[in-house]
C-alpha cells in the first residue's frame, strides 16, 4: 500500500490541523479502499454499486436480472447476486473500520448491462431457461437512445423495486456481519442516485427500511442506518427543500449535474469544450473544475434550501470535482462537511482543504 511518510506525512499532518472540510474517497474495490485509508481518506463518500457486476461471474446474473420478463424471475437472478453484495460490503466496511461508507444503490445507464453479442445472450437465455429470441427481443425493448437520459438511477428502483431491496438487504447484513467481526459498529449510509423529485426518495425509503426491519428481525441485531440522495439533477437541486424532509444527507453528483445544467453529454464533449475554453465561453473544462457560476450556484441553492428545512443537513460533494483544488475552495465557501474523490486524489484534497479553510479565515479578518 501507498503510505504517506517523511516530509509529505508532515505536510499532511499540518494540513489535517487547520482544514475544516472532511475528506473522503471514491471506491468500491478493496484495493480502492485501502488506498484511500492509506491516503488518509476518513470515509468512503460514494460506492458506486454498478462497478461491482461487471465480473463475469456476476455480469451474467445481472444481465439476466434486466432482461427478466417478471418479478419472479428476476427475483432469481438477484437471489444469485446477493451473496456477492454482501461480500463486497463486508468487505468494505471491514477495511473502513467504523468511517463512514456511502453505498450508492444501482445506478447502471442501462445499456452498459446489455448483452451485445449473440453469445452474450445465448448465456443469458441458458441461465435463465428461456428462448434466446426472449432474450433478443427484450435487449432491443431495453435499448434506449439516450441512456444517460433514461432508464437509470432510482427510476430502476421504482420500476424495479426488488433491485433495490437485495441491495438494501446485503447492505443490512454486511453491516450485521461486520460490526460483530470487528466489534466497531457499522452505520450505513445508503445513497438514492439521480432523485428529482421527493416521491421517489420516499418510494425509494420504503424499500431501504422494508429490508432493514427484515434483517435486524432476523439477526436480532438492530443498527443505525441513514438514507440520503444524491443531488445531481437541476430539479432535485431547486426543490431541496422539499427533499430534505427525507433525506438525511445530499451529496453532490457534479459530474450529472453539470452534464444536465449545461445540457453538456459528459462522454462526448472533448471535442467542442476545448474551442469552447479557447474562445473563452468556459475559463476550464466544466467536467473537471466546477463551473462555479451556473452548477454553483445549484449547489448553493440546494445547500440553503435543504438546510433550511434540516438544520445541520450533512452535505458532501462526489463528483469528480471533489479532487479538484479550485472546487475544492467552492466547498469550503459553500459550507459543505466534505468531498470525496478517487483515493490518489486524497491527498490534494487534504491540502486544497487546509487552504481553502486559511483562505477563508484570512477574508474573515480583512
Ligand atoms: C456524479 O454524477 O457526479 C456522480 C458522482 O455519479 P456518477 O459519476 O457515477 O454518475
Ligand atoms: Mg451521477
Known amino acids: 500500500q501507498p503510505e504517506l511518510t517523511g516530509d509529505f506525512g508532515t505536510l499532511m499532518e499540518w494540513a ?29 463518500g460514494l460506492c458506486r454499486t454498478e462497478h461491482m457486476f461487471f465480473d463475469p461471474k456476476r455480469i451474467i446474473h445481472v444481465r439476466q436480472m434486466i432482461l427478466a420478463q417478471d418479478e419472479a424471475g428476476r427475483r432469481q437472478a438477484l437471489d444469485k447476486l446477493l451473496p456477492y453484495q454482501r461480500e463486497d460490503f463486508v468487505e468494505l ?51 434506449e437512445s439516450n441512456p444517460m437520459l433514461g432508464h437509470r438511477g ?93 433525506a438525511e444527507f445530499f451529496s453532490f453528483g457534479t459530474n450529472d449535474l453539470t452534464q444536465t445544467t449545461l445540457g453538456i453529454s459528459r462522454d462526448d464533449s472533448a471535442h467542442f469544450l476545448e474551442t469552447y475554453q479557447r474562445k473563452g465561453i468556459y475559463e476550464k473544462d466544466p467536467f473537471a473544475s466546477l463551473d462555479q457560476e451556473g452548477v454553483g450556484e445549484l449547489v448553493q441553492i440546494a445547500a440553503e434550501r435543504g438546510r433550511k428545512t434540516r438544520a ?24 459543505l462537511d466534505y468531498v470525496s474523490c478517487s483515493p490518489f486524489r486524497v491527498p490534494i484534497a487534504r491540502l486544497a482543504a487546509a487552504q481553502a479553510a486559511l483562505g477563508k479565515a484570512a477574508e474573515g479578518q480583512k
Do not use: W
Request: contains cysteine; negative net charge; aromatic residues 4%.
Open 16 to 44: 489535517d490541523a487547520v482544514r475544516r472540510l472532511k475528506v473522503r474517497a471514491n471506491a468500491e474495490t478493496p484495493t480502492d479502499a485501502r488506498t484511500a485509508r492509506s491516503f488518509g481518506a476518513e470515509g468512503i
Open 93 to 143: 466496511f471491514t477495511i473502513m473500520q467504523g468511517l463512514p461508507v456511502t453505498i450508492r444503490l444501482l445506478d447502471p445507464p442501462l445499456h452498459e448491462f446489455l448483452p451485445h453479442t449473440e453469445e452474450d445472450m445465448r448465456e443469458v437465455a441458458e441461465a435463465a431457461g428461456v428462448d434466446v429470441k426472449a432474450v433478443r427481443s427484450a435487449a432491443i425493448a431495453l435499448s
Open 154 to 246: 432510482c427510476r430502476l428502483g421504482v420500476t424495479y423495486p426488488e433491485i433495490y431491496e437485495m441491495q438494501a438487504i446485503a447492505i443490512f447484513e454486511a453491516a450485521v456481519q461486520a460490526s460483530k467481526a470487528t466489534g466497531q459498529t457499522v452505520v450505513p449510509e445508503i445513497m438514492i442516485p439521480l432523485v428529482a423529485t421527493r416521491r421517489e426518495l420516499d418510494l425509494m425509503k420504503v424499500v431501504v427500511d422494508a429490508a432493514a426491519s427484515k434483517v435486524f428481525g432476523a439477526t436480532g441485531v438492530t443498527l443505525d442506518y441513514a438514507v440520503g440522495t444524491m443531488i445531481e439533477l437541476p430539479r432535485a437541486a431547486l426543490r431541496a427543500g422539499e427533499i430534505a424532509e427525507s
Open 312 to 335: 445541520g443537513l450533512k452535505l458532501g460533494i462526489c463528483g469528480e470535482h471533489g479532487g479538484d483544488p479550485a472546487s475544492i475552495h467552492f466547498c469550503e465557501q459553500t459550507g
